[in-house]
Antibody, heavy 121, light 108 residues
Framework: EVQLLESGGGLVQPGGSLRLSCAAS????????MSWVRQAPGKGLEWVST????????FYADSVKGRFTISRDNSKNTLYLQLNSLRAEDTALYYC??????????????WGQGTMVTVSS | EIVLTQSPGTLSLSPGERATLSCRAS???????FAWYQQKAGQAPRLLIYGASSRATGIPDRFSGSGSGTDFTLTISRLEPEDFAVYYC?????????FGQGTKLEIK
């Protein structure tokens, strides 16, 4: 059974940093691309970042480029998202999602339950 | 950036009726890289359709997707009570991988 368990969210001041983690199980982690998607309270889905199975290809939304970094440790079956220079508008539930295949141009076929990030003073 | 515009914003129907949800892309999208997701209140999204018309694993055949280029459609042939939710379209062929703003399907 595929499982994705996000952690690392919390309350942080503007300008602060957080590192989100997504522990994966139930599938061969290193042959699937992975993504982060966020959802602000009461709003729609916003794609944040995607990485390939090896981690060699990464893409970011313009709204987070230069501030967020996606990475993965295939030996630990874990996906990460480093969030720096946080702003109030980054407040959202952050979902980890598994891609259908190895590359980055794949549908998101399984999602975790999310971890909440709140940016406020 | 590819902008996806979903219509209508809210669709009010009764169980047993047919639902037709639309998503318009600007500029056009390769249908190979187009998906639909369902999100129920308090839950994570679930993949319904990928490649514009392929149903994901475990998705009932009352859900179908069609379209190409700039116009895509999700059809639910006969609504069940559990189908009332928010539906999102997405393109994943060109970064940024954009989502539509969502269509809320509510019980009439």
């Amino acid at each position: 059974e595929v499982q994705l368990l996000e952690s690392g969210g919390g309350l942080v001041q503007p300008g602060g940093s957080l590192r989100l983690s997504c522990a994966a199980s139930g599938f061969t982690f290193n042959i699937h691309g992975m993504s982060w998607v966020r959802q602000a309270p009461g709003k729609g889905l916003e794609w944040v970042s995607t990485t390939s199975g090896s981690g060699s290809s990464t893409f970011y939304a313009d709204s987070v480029k230069g501030r967020f970094t996606i990475s993965r440790d295939n030996s630990k079956n874990t996906l990460y998202l480093q969030l720096n220079s946080l702003r109030a508008e980054d407040t959202a539930l952050y979902y980890c999602a598994k891609l259908f295949g190895y590359y980055t141009e794949e549908a998101f076929d399984f999602w975790g339950q999310g971890t909440m990030v709140t940016v406020s003073s | 950036e590819i902008v996806l515009t979903q219509s209508p914003g809210t669709l009010s129907l009764s169980p047993g009726e047919r639902a037709t949800l639309s998503c318009r892309a600007s500029p056009s999208v390769n249908s190979r890289y187009f998906a639909w997701y369902q999100q129920k209140a308090g839950q994570a999204p679930r993949l319904l359709i990928y490649g514009a018309s392929s149903r994901a694993t475990g998705i009932p055949d009352r859900f179908s997707g069609s379209g190409s280029g700039t116009d895509f459609t999700l059809t639910i042939s006969r609504l069940e009570p559990e189908d009332f939710a928010v539906y999102y379209c997405q393109q994943y062929g060109s970064s940024p991988y954009t989502f539509g703003q969502g269509t809320k399907l509510e019980i009439k």
